[in-house]
């Protein structure tokens, strides 16, 4: 029966988010005119500081709808002396927090950037829509936290809306810093920049498919780490990776007619985005976008040339689109924020042995009252996906797989909640650790 609701309600929250909420609010971000960093912040009109007090103003009023289950603020910095911010600009982030009810400390994040520009990157005046790039995604995380503020749930959830990215991620730089301040414990940062195209310039037109890139190894791997995971595996299977994985199964199980493209790269070629701050200050997080980019309409003055049009602009968002990535994202959170917590200090032994063995800590029961069991999976080592798993109750941190070769497969841990929802998959060691 707990297995029938949990399928029932994540699937109600996947096709929950309004296509008509999220056309008005991409409708208003567009309206601001720019919301280049570097533009007016005074207006109450145009500007990038108009922008950040409706989004701010909007966040209260969803809290207001839930009975204030929001806590709203700013997290800012000033940011001068770079190449693309060369006078002190202050950034502001417009951050809303949701708090779980055993485990307040632990966060799953969704983000979007506010901020737009054109061909100059410090072109602060010019009309500068950033329609898809990325209003898609700051009005993804507002109708998500619509949605996901009718439930509550053990796990903290944050809606994070960033500014600065298109002059050097530095709102996510901003936010990275005050998180291991505030001591936050962040098991997943999911970073939504451009969801809305579904036309590229390849000439692809496809509605059913995103993508998901990931870091493999974990950028604050340290020399022993790495010389450990040399010798063990987990080039692929780093926490990123594998809330990668985690998201691919979300979209297989709760959302219709979506298949998630795992790209197995930290972002596009040579190219950056929003999550890589986190990554950097060793948070797990991924970035999800649309899977065919037209490049006409990214970064690129309004105009038209030899007949092409050019621009990024409200008319070429699919809003259809932008719904079902919002819940792709929503049912995400909610699942892990109705999970217990991802398995601290997973470790693994079975060398020369017909058997292996995995071991972790035991979750807190004050912080974990959901708590049902682990699972421990394997897969072969060129699967993309997990394949096979036990189940061991929660009085268990030792469970040994009899006849099954460690060195033919990669393992993990998941922990279980009563009602079936699971945490990612936890690999072994340092390369696969989601913190304590």
Request: proline content about 4%; some cysteine; hydrophobic content about 35%.
């Amino acid at each position: 029966m707990a297995q029938i609701m949990q399928t029932e309600v994540l699937r109600e929250i996947g096709k929950a988010p309004s296509v008509e909420r999220i056309k008005a609010d991409l409708t208003k971000l567009v309206g601001f005119e720019t919301r280049h960093t570097l533009s007016d912040t005074t207006s109450e009109t145009e500007g990038i500081g108009a922008a950040r007090r409706w989004l701010k103003k909007e966040f209260e009023n969803i809290s207001e709808t839930c009975g204030g289950c929001l806590e709203v603020f700013y997290v800012r910095d000033y940011v001068g002396g770079e190449n693309r911010i060369p006078e002190p600009v202050e950034i502001v982030n417009v951050i809303a927090i949701q708090r779980g009810t055993a485990d307040p400390n632990r966060f799953v994040m969704m983000s979007g950037d506010i901020d737009s520009r054109v061909s100059s990157v410090m072109d602060g005046e010019s009309v500068s829509p950033g329609a898809n790039d990325n209003a898609s995604g700051v009005a993804g995380v507002l109708e998500a936290a619509r949605v996901l503020t009718e439930y509550e749930f053990e796990g903290s959830i944050m809606y994070a809306l960033l500014s600065g990215e298109e002059q050097g991620l530095f709102g996510g730089q901003i936010l990275a810093e005050y998180a291991k301040e505030q001591g936050w414990d962040i098991k997943g940062v999911i970073n939504n920049d451009m969801i809305g195209n579904i036309q590229g310039i390849n000439g692809v037109i496809d509605n059913t498919t995103a993508r998901v890139f990931s870091e493999g190894t974990r950028a604050v791997e340290t020399e022993r780490e790495a010389r450990i995971r040399r010798f063990t595996g987990g080039e692929v299977d780093s926490p990123s990776r594998n809330l990668a994985r985690y998201i691919d199964k979300m979209a297989d199980l709760y959302i219709r007619n979506l298949d998630v493209m795992m790209i197995y790269r930290l972002d596009r070629f040579g190219r950056g985005g929003h999550h890589r701050p986190f990554n950097d200050a060793g948070f797990p997080g991924v970035r999800i976008m649309e899977t065919n980019e037209d490049y006409n309409r990214q970064h690129q003055d309004l105009k038209t040339e030899d007949g092409v049009e050019y621009g990024d602009v409200l008319s070429e968002v699919e809003f259809d689109f932008v719904a079902k990535l919002t819940g792709l994202n929503a049912v995400t959170m909610a699942a892990m924020s109705w999970a217990p917590s991802p398995p601290a200090n997973v470790e693994i032994s079975g060398a020369v042995r017909p058997s292996t063995t995995l071991s972790w800590k035991a979750l807190d029961p004050s912080e974990n009252p959901q708590l049902a069991g682990y699972k421990i999976y394997w897969r072969l080592t060129d699967s993309n996906q997990w394949e096979k798993s036990v189940f061991v109750p929660a009085d268990v941190t030792e469970h040994t797989l009899e006849n099954i070769v460690i060195d033919n497969y990669y393992f993990g841990v998941a922990s279980v909640s009563k009602d079936g929802f699971e945490s990612p998959v936890v690999f072994p060691g340092p390369a696969g650790s989601f913190g304590d």
